[in-house]
């Protein structure tokens, strides 16, 4: 099998390369092609993963290209993990929603969106030629940011598309391992979108263990997800670690008016990790990369590329999927985040037991803003731009939205066709 990794300059991409040779025996992978437009990076990125595959005994063979036709041509499933912009681009979502006392973040809320509308479109095309080339049945899993946006956006233009999160997969570690099972035991119900989750339930042999978790290891998981103990104690719930942009909305702005960027804190990791990867006695996962952040990213990605594509059973996996009826106070078109059964034909949400309203109202929120975000990605304009950040719970005033509106419209101008003229 062929796998092409678009974005594959990425320092993130060891982190996926040990993954796939930890896991000879399932994912049949024989040709691995990293894409990317930075000759330097790629290049350093791919010698080292040849590496890697060598040490480990891996057959795979690494290739390197900057070509995404070339990369795509035969490729049973493509991996999309882009940054457009760099973390020049990334500093600036960071920073620019301060002015108006609003969380800084790449994901979600004011810098979310500029993420959005810079990504979007370099998304569709990349999907749209992958398709012309590597033909219909091809898979695409989508680990790029904001996932649920992109992945929305994919689905809507009828590519065969799975987005794919890190964060259940490192709470079921952390679940499994504090219950003293395999993590693979651990079945999550896993609620919401990309980015805006909770995990309701921790089924071991079908039994809840959730509220053993809270009772026994309450400390340790409020420390995890900075959430206060009080709060999981009376929730009886484990949120994402984004939801304290939401629940301490004011604490996180205030903290990161003081603190280094997280984009210059990763630009001095991945200067680092590139001068490891161009040793050519490094043959083995340097600690360092764990500074990069994207825990257990490898080991799911891995999984869920066999699920897609080895033609065997179906498997369970966290990932962002059509509701398709799931939650039923969201759009059918709505992308959640959710355990589905993922097989060759995709993924199927499976049901879930209703949600409390103090969730649903914002998920549902939230659902709304990513569909105004979405147009305002596809369709462009200022006052779209507005819209979709005025609907959003983190903005949620006409005066902050549309000074944000005008400061995200032109500090991203180089990468909007259509706030150049």
């Not at 900075?226 to 004011?250: G, I, Q």
Request: aromatic content about 6%.
């Amino acid at each position: 099998m062929k796998l092409a990794v678009v974005g594959g300059g990425s320092t993130y991409t060891p982190e996926l390369i040990d993954g796939i040779a930890g896991r000879r025996s399932t994912l049949d992978v024989d040709e691995i092609v990293l894409v990317d437009p930075d000759a330097y990076r790629v290049e350093a990125v791919g010698g080292f993963s040849q590496r890697l595959l060598d040490h480990a005994g891996h057959p795979a063979r690494i290739k390197t290209t900057q070509s995404l036709e070339e990369g795509v041509d035969g490729a049973s499933a493509v991996l999309i993990q882009l940054r457009v912009g760099g973390q020049r681009a990334r500093r600036s979502d960071e920073t620019f929603p301060h002015a108006c006392g609003c969380v800084g973040q790449e994901t979600t809320g004011a810098g979310g969106l500029a993420k959005a509308l810079r990504t979007v479109p370099v998304v569709l095309d990349i999907a749209d030629r992958v398709r012309k080339i590597a033909g219909d049945d091809t898979w695409i899993v989508n680990f790029t940011n904001p996932v649920g946006i992109v992945t929305r956006a994919l689905l809507n233009e009828g590519h065969r598309a799975v987005g794919l999160c890190n964060v259940a997969i490192n709470l079921q570690r952390q679940f499994g391992r504090l219950l003293g099972v395999g993590a693979d035991d651990v079945k999550l119900v896993h609620t919401g979108l990309n980015h805006l989750s909770w995990e309701r339930g921790a089924l071991v042999d079908g039994v809840d263990r959730l509220p053993e978790l809270l009772d026994q290891h309450l400390d340790y998981l409020s420390n995890e997800v900075s959430v206060p103990e009080k709060w999981l104690r009376r929730m009886n719930v484990v949120p994402s670690y984004y939801l304290k942009y939401f629940y301490a909305h004011d604490e996180q702005v205030t903290k990161q008016r003081t603190e280094r960027p997280r984009a210059d804190v990763v630009s001095d990791v991945e200067e680092e990790l590139l001068k490891i990867y161009l040793d050519p006695d490094q043959n083995t996962k340097p600690e360092s990369l764990e500074k990069r952040g994207g825990a257990y990213y490898s080991e799911a990605a891995v999984q869920l590329v066999h699920a897609l594509t080895a033609g065997g059973p179906a498997e369970e996996h966290v990932v962002n999927v059509r509701n398709d009826g799931t939650f039923p106070f969201l759009p059918d078109d709505a992308v959640i985040e959710a355990r589905s059964v993922v097989d060759s034909k995709g993924a199927t949400p499976i049901p879930q037991p209703p949600v409390e309203q103090r969730f649903a109202g914002l998920i549902a929120a939230t659902t709304s803003y990513e569909f105004l975000a979405l147009e305002a990605a596809l369709k462009g304009g200022r006052d779209r731009v507005a819209d979709a950040l005025l609907a959003h719970p983190l903005v949620g005033q006409y005066s902050k939205a549309d000074t944000l509106a005008d400061s995200l419209v032109q500090i991203n101008r180089e990468y909007l066709p259509w706030a150049r003229g």
